[in-house]
């Protein structure tokens, strides 16, 4: 059976972290260091409990020029104000975090960002623990593969399966990442298909 890409092939696996008690500053700081959008949040052996994002980080600033009493705030504004009093990552924090798993294809993971609007997802194991980040842009770069790399996936994972054929008597020819020829050379009879397949 052929294989097809999965989060485990494009994900990031080194990833920053932060605790709950890592304070404001300092996420602040890995975010900018780093250039990065977001870290995930984990306790208890790498269990992700929430992700701290740019976005959570603003609000502080976004409310800390707003005249009306924190009680105006939270009436009108609820979780997003309470965020912009927050000192420490558990209380920053969006949760639970928009997550996928290691063996997820990349086409799910990018069905999952869709559908919550996010421009990442954080990989979790079976136990919830962190495996991971995949990211929009690592997603792109499976469709930025080499040319002579994808002809040699479709040579390997689809040709076999998908063809009544000898893989070694066929030429794929890939132009800007595109399979734009895919000729088999019969030498005998070109090879039947089965009547009652469902085609």
Excluded at 67 to 80: D, F, Q
């Amino acid at each position: 059976m052929r294989r097809r890409t999965s989060v485990a092939d494009v994900m990031t696996r080194d990833v920053l972290t932060v605790g709950p008690n890592t304070p404001f500053k300092r996420i602040a700081q890995l975010v900018a260091e780093h250039n990065i959008r977001s870290v995930p949040m984990v306790a208890d052996g790498d269990r992700v409990l929430g992700l701290v994002s740019v976005t959570d980080l603003l609000r502080k600033e976004e409310y800390r020029a707003e005249p009306r009493p924190p009680w105006y705030r939270r009436l009108w504004h609820g979780a997003a104000a309470d965020k912009a009093g927050g000192l420490l990552a558990a209380e920053l924090m969006t949760s639970p975090a928009v997550t996928t798993k290691p063996g997820a294809l990349v086409v799910e993971a990018v069905r999952t960002m869709a559908a919550h609007q996010v421009d990442r997802l954080v990989v979790v194991d079976a136990e919830g623990r962190l495996a991971g980040i995949v990211s929009r842009g690592d997603v792109l770069r499976v469709f930025l593969r080499p040319d002579e790399e994808i002809r040699e996936a479709v040579l390997r994972e689809i040709v076999p399966y998908a063809i009544w054929a000898d893989p070694h008597e066929i030429d794929v020819t890939v132009s800007d990442g595109v399979v734009d020829n895919l000729r088999y050379e019969y030498e005998h009879a070109p090879p039947t298909v089965p009547s009652d397949l469902d085609i």
